[in-house]
């Protein structure tokens, strides 16, 4: 490990400052600052002018990531898993090209593998080859305050904490997206409008599936305040086939309209949301609802900015099955970690507490100590996962408490293009769980990762 660090320092020491623009969205990466810097091997890869005045360039970037999982009785004994030790593996390179100030093309290879697990890859874990970005930018507007920006193609989308749509970088697949979006961007306002097709996925090598109607569609838009943080507000619609709640399988509409108020800078910070949705479930109306919170105190006075948070969510279940009427949100294309590093139960029917500590003892290493405690909402509705997918039926029972998950995570930055993390949950089951499963077990998990990003 010495040695690594070693070679890390020696090898990148001329480009520390350009590394540190990596982003969660690789196409937000701007490289256009290296055109007067010292020609290294990494600036010539970061940078490659194509014209004389330099407007014109090309810039690689890519990452490789290993994960170690070890999980216990994953399914709370509920079909005998047991123990299960799997290798994830992620790859990807990408390529952007500035055809000036007003046209650009991004694209991005990805390769995702999985080697060892039980009952072998989830929908997030394998797909051997396939294209993840493929887009072109035009802009119709841009001053040195704002522009507007027409995006065609294949696209990665981010928006506010990730509660309904993520690009879900804690799993093996990114997720991603076929079609359109208009954003305008200023130093104050910021709207996205778009029309998007959740793209069918495939384990084989570029046999991803182009789905050319659009099934969420909608637009984000975040204020900044100069002091109170930003407030965000949206309207997202979306069209399912074939989905499953606890009430039954159906095809859904659903519309999503909500609002967000955060602060994350040093002292009092908070995050506040609520979500409302409506549309039909088959012959039924629905009728949904979501309210989460988080505040918290950073200590920017104390070494390793310690930080305390309490985060709390009341998300409706469905009271009756024969109503007329599903009370069970639709998470959409949520973050998965928001709720733990190895998410047991997701963002519906719920009502979640969840205490958290997070200190930085040295510049490049962070710890963070959470607890995340489980109820149902309604006891007419079961347990969902991470994704809003069914995981176990309500089964008649009128017990609530589905269980606490006790979370330890530790990140370490190597280097800047090298980072190491490892997470370790116990999942202790509940009443609703020792009810309905009968062979009722706790769960254990331990994740390893390592990434590298150029």
Not at 18 to 36: C, P, T, V
Not at 127 to 147: E, G, R
Not at 206 to 217: K, M, P, T, V, Y
Request: proline share 4%.
């Amino acid at each position: 490990m010495k040695k690594l660090l070693i070679y890390c320092f020696l090898f990148f020491l001329p480009i520390q400052l350009i590394a540190q623009s990596f982003k969660l969205m690789r196409y937000d990466e701007n490289y256009y600052g290296l055109k007067d810097s010292v020609q290294t091997f990494y600036n010539r890869i970061k940078y490659m002018p194509l014209s004389k005045s330099g407007s014109v360039y090309l810039s690689f970037g890519g990452e490789a990531r290993q994960e170690l999982d070890y999980s216990v009785n994953e399914d709370w004994g509920e079909i005998g898993l047991g123990e299960d030790l799997y290798l994830l593996q992620r790859y990807a390179i990408h390529a952007d090209l500035s055809l000036g100030n007003r046209i650009r093309f991004f694209a991005q290879l990805r390769s995702g593998l999985e080697d060892g697990r039980n009952n072998g890859p989830r929908g997030t874990d394998e797909d051997k080859l396939n294209i993840q970005n493929l887009f072109v930018d035009f802009l119709p507007y841009a001053t040195p305050s704002a522009k507007l920006t027409l995006r065609l193609g294949r696209q990665e989308i981010q928006y506010g904490s990730g509660r309904l749509i993520d690009v879900r970088e804690g799993t093996n697949l990114r997720l991603f997206f076929d079609g359109v979006k208009l954003a305008y961007e200023s130093p104050r306002l910021n709207i996205d409008t778009f029309v998007l097709a959740n793209a069918q996925v495939n384990t084989g090598a570029f046999d991803n599936e182009l789905i050319r109607r659009g099934s969420l569609w909608g637009f984000y838009g975040t204020y900044s305040f100069k002091q109170a943080g930003d407030l965000d507000f949206y309207y997202l619609g979306i069209n399912r086939d074939d989905v499953r709640f606890d009430e039954g399988v159906a095809d859904e509409s659903r519309h999503s309209v909500g609002t967000r108020l955060s602060r994350n800078e040093g002292g009092f910070v908070y995050n506040f949301e609520l979500i409302y949705q409506f549309g039909t479930f088959g012959l039924d109306k629905i009728s949904a609802y979501g309210i989460s919170s988080e505040i918290g105190y950073q200590f920017d006075h104390l070494k390793g900015l310690p930080t305390i948070k309490l985060k709390s969510d009341y998300i409706s279940g469905d009271k009756n099955r024969d109503d007329g009427k599903l009370g069970t949100p639709n998470p959409l294309f949520p973050n998965g970690g928001y709720f733990g590093m190895n998410p047991q139960v997701g963002p519906a029917n719920l009502i979640a507490l969840h205490p958290n500590f997070t200190w930085n003892p040295y510049s490049k290493i962070s710890i963070k100590l959470n607890v995340v405690l489980n109820w149902r909402q309604s006891t007419e509705d079961g347990v969902y996962r991470a994704n809003g997918s069914l995981r176990l039926p309500s089964s008649d029972s009128n017990k609530r408490y589905v269980g606490t998950a006790f979370i330890s995570t530790l990140s370490w930055n190597i280097c800047d293009f090298l980072k190491y993390s490892l997470g370790v949950q116990y999942f202790k089951t509940g009443s609703f769980i020792n009810e309905v499963v009968p062979q009722h077990k706790n769960g254990f998990f331990i994740g390893s990762i390592i990434g590298f990003k150029f």
